[in-house]
């Protein structure tokens, strides 16, 4: 991702659209907050008049006793109960925007790849959602409450001495100034400290991944070091950004300390010339100067979660927007045997300077029969497979299931209806009974057991000490390129979808290896329509008929594989 202003456009308008989402889930915090303020202020007259009373030595009035006590008590459930609640609200902002960011990466696909690293989109998904608790948890509350508590306590303070009350109001008026000055250079620093740490997790993620290359190119000491580096600049722009938070943290510190100063010497002049009247009164100004700053001194500590948040906006803005609704057309059904294909000249371009990928492509593929793509690198094969997935639009021309759309087929339709077996098969950590049933989670042992069985697996389960729930590490460790693609195959026979697409299967593979999954695949074909995409001698191993792309065109026909 390229690094741009932080108050980008983009930005701005993704923040806006959140934040009035998060301002009703704010709401109550904000009345509890403002609750606590109004007990604070009743809790000071009160400690005003006890104080007062014992300086006139007028003895203590239990009214004024249990009003100080039923206060103090009122105001720490109500602070209890507000950061119970905000608690509540960034954790529901968080799920919120994690499910919309993984969403719109999903509906992505992998395409997304093309354009981000994959440590870049963790960082995205993870930290920078994490750093946009606070703005909803805390900076949104203490941002209306900045300008409510504060009016709350300068309205007592107005009863009680309109002269105190002009000195706190000028003193707050400093406050939001000073707090703008250093928050601009935060939203900045933020940003930059958020990059830093994308790339450092890109890199580690590359260097973790390509760990053996490293060591013997001799190359672990140098990459080691860059690591460092790259941590070192991370540590240095996360100072930059606390700087800046305690400057504007500092900036609200002296104005409430003048304010403080200034009313103290006021009833202190007063007091020595003898015309101070009522020191139950002076002694309720004093007390509620805390008071009237300390939302001011909330505002100002989430104040670095807004920074943050602009910070993160940026990348969650950038990702992909929510894929577009289909376009209203009549509702078609599509059968679950028996699919046909068919591509009506499709065209789409990843790149306006490089070319269409797919220029016009044209071919249909009968229901239960095979179609072969052949063709060069960059002539569009994997491309016809993204399209087939769902991963991809067309910028025109049609692609139809059974005469239907696939535009307008909901995704989940869409992923039972199809099987798909790329060049490297996605494992996860965990047994290989668990990587099968990953193609259908309701299937019983039976099932995975028989779809084992039909990919061959069985052989390779009974060699091993704990059979199918033998432990995986992490990427299939453990097994070869020929299990592992035997893994896929079984998760396809579990699936048992209509339409089996094939890219590049046997790539990788050595020739023995090879005649053993393709041996397998032939089995999975039968009864379904396939699409295969190779360049390799395994296409003739399937009979069907074969389609030459060049430079996303269809060449005529030139017979079966």
């Known amino acids: 991702m390229t690094e741009s202003s932080p108050d980008s456009a983009p930005a701005k308008a993704w923040l806006r659209v959140h934040l009035r989402d998060g301002r009703r889930a704010a709401l109550p915090v904000v009345g509890l907050g403002f609750g606590a303020t109004l007990a604070a202020i009743g809790q000071a007259l009160c400690a005003a008049g006890l104080l007062g009373a014992a300086l006139a030595d007028a003895g203590i009035s239990p009214a004024m006793a249990g009003g100080f006590v039923l206060f103090a008590v009122l105001r720490a ?35 997304l790849l093309r354009a981000s690293h994959s440590g870049v989109l963790a960082n995205t998904v993870v930290d920078r959602i994490e750093a946009l608790e606070g703005l909803f948890a805390r900076w949104l509350p203490a941002a209306i409450l900045a300008v409510a508590a504060p009016a709350a306590v300068l309205v007592a303070v107005l009863v009680l001495d309109p002269v105190a009350a002009l000195i706190l109001a000028l003193a707050g008026l400093l406050v939001p100034l000073g707090m703008a000055l250093a928050g601009i250079g935060a939203a900045a620093a933020s940003r930059r400290q958020f990059d830093a740490l994308a790339r450092l997790q890109a890199r580690f993620l590359d260097r973790v991944s390509g760990i053996a290359t ?10 080691a070091t860059a690591i460092g580096r790259a941590a070192d600049e991370l540590r240095r722009r996360t100072l930059r950004v606390l700087r800046l938070a305690f400057l504007s943290s ?65 990348a969650l803005a950038a990702l992909p927007p929510p894929a577009a609704p289909p376009p209203v057309l009549p509702v078609r059904n599509v059968e679950a045997r028996g699919v046909a294909i068919a591509f009506e000249d499709v065209r789409l371009t990843w790149d306006a300077s490089r070319g269409p990928v797919l ?73 290989i009974r668990d990587n099968i ?67 590049e299967p046997t790539a990788h593979l050595d020739p023995v290896t090879e005649a053993e999954v393709l041996d397998s695949l032939r089995r999975l074909t039968l009864g379904r329509t396939v699409v295969l995409a190779s360049h390799s001698t395994a296409a003739h191993a399937f009979s069907g008929r074969r389609i030459d792309l060049r430079d996303g065109r269809a060449m005529p026909a030139r017979g079966a594989a």
């Open 250 to 314: 500092a900036v609200l510190d002296c104005a409430a300390a003048a304010a403080l100063v200034l009313i103290a010497l006021r009833y202190g002049g007063e007091a020595v010339a003898g015309t101070l009247g009522a020191p139950g009164l002076a002694l309720a100004v004093l007390l509620l100067v805390p008071e009237f700053f300390a939302p001011l001194r909330a505002f100002a500590a989430a104040y670095h979660d807004r920074a943050q948040a602009v910070g993160a906006a940026e």
């Open 437 to 503: 049933r990953f193609a259908r989670p309701e299937a019983s042992d039976a099932e995975i057991a028989e779809a084992a069985r039909f990919a061959r697996l069985d052989s390779l389960a009974a060699s091993l000490p704990d059979g199918l729930e033998t432990m995986l590490g992490e990427g299939g460790h453990g097994l070869s390129g020929g299990q592992a693609q035997r893994v896929a195959i079984a998760r396809a026979f579990l699936k048992n979808a209509p339409i089996l697409l094939l890219d």
């Open 359 to 431: 220029d016009g492509l044209s071919f249909r593929v009968p229901a239960g029969e095979t179609v072969v793509l052949a063709g060069p690198s960059g002539a569009g094969k994997s491309t016809v497979m993204e399209i087939l997935l769902g991963f991809v639009r067309p910028d025109s021309g049609r692609v139809t299931l059974n005469g239907a759309d696939i535009a307008t087929l909901v995704p989940q339709a869409l992923s039972r209806l199809t099987a798909w077996i790329g060049q490297r098969p996605v494992l996860f950590g965990g047994t």
């Open 214 to 223: 490293i060591v013997l190119a001799g190359r672990a000491n140098d990459e």
């Open 77 to 111: 459930l109500l602070r209890a109960m507000a950061d119970r609640v905000a608690f509540g609200v960034g954790a529901a902002a968080r799920r919120r925007l994690r499910n919309d960011a993984m969403t719109r990466m999903l509906e992505a696909g992998p395409a």
